[in-house]
């Protein structure tokens, strides 16, 4: 059973956008800014929201169709490739941009955070996320199969947090040349970067409600994940020497 978010509202140009908030038990601790998928804040994102709080971290996960009124969508049912694609040609994305920075501004300023946050994004989430990178400076970018950052590169310099990229080299609309193209860019920019890629993973490995989810693909890049997130966004901060 999925841990319960809380539901809050987090303050945008246009109004208040809905967003689902995890909290860890020791109630507090680093903020992550997850991103969902093209289907938005379904049971999945929720479940990973849940597994980044019992992991010690502050979730927020932003309704970004808010502005569509699209709910989240059962990427298990008939048709639900063509509705999720629907709603996200009707998404404006320098708008998504814009909702997605102020809602790590949102998390940063929240007393249980602290001001160090990062961001996990999954799908058109994770390129998103890096976009949202480039133009503000959180502390840890993990991006899986980030469907846009093909047509980003030219930020890759401006990403200066440490990150992880996950792709799957069976990947149905990011093909191997393209992640070796994105790899380049991305490990040439100068920041920190670890960079995955998985034998047989298609695109959405990631995701046990959809068709395209390889087991083993996900449990080693979830793994990853949660060593990369401790290494470099840690729970705690050490104490200066004296």
């Known amino acids: 059973m999925t841990r319960a978010s809380d539901r809050v509202q987090v303050m945008t140009d246009s109004g208040e956008m809905p967003a689902h908030l995890w909290m860890p038990e020791a109630g507090s601790g680093p903020g992550l800014l997850l991103l969902q998928e093209i289907f938005g804040v379904s049971d999945y994102i929720r479940q990973r929201g849940a597994d980044l709080a019992e992991a010690g971290y502050v979730v927020l996960a932003p309704e970004l169709y808010w502005r569509l009124a699209q709910g989240p969508i059962d990427e298990s049912a008939p048709g639900a490739i063509e509705t999720a694609m629907g709603a996200l040609q009707?998404?404006?994305?320098?708008?998504?941009?814009?909702?997605?920075v102020a809602s790590l501004e949102h998390l940063r300023a929240r007393e249980e955070v602290g001001g160090r946050a990062g961001l996990l994004g999954f799908c058109f989430g994770g390129g998103l996320a890096f976009h949202v990178a480039a133009v503000d400076k959180p502390d840890v970018l993990v991006s899986y199969y980030g469907s846009a950052i093909p047509g980003l590169l030219d930020l890759a310099p401006d990403v200066s947090a440490p990150s992880l990229?996950?792709?799957?080299?069976?990947?149905?609309?990011i093909d191997p040349a393209t992640v070796e193209r994105i790899r380049v860019a991305v490990t040439d920019s100068g920041a920190p970067v670890r960079f995955q890629t998985y034998e047989g993973a298609n695109h959405a490995f990631d995701n046990w409600?959809?068709?395209?989810?390889?087991?083993?693909?996900?449990?080693?890049a979830w793994q990853a994940t949660l060593d990369f997130l401790h290494r470099e966004l840690p729970l705690q901060l050490e104490a200066s020497p004296a």
């Open 90 to 100: 009707r998404l404006d994305w320098d708008t998504a941009l814009e909702d997605a």
């Open 209 to 220: 409600n959809f068709a395209l989810h390889h087991p083993e693909a996900s449990a080693a």
């Open 165 to 173: 990229h996950h792709f799957g080299l069976a990947d149905q609309y």
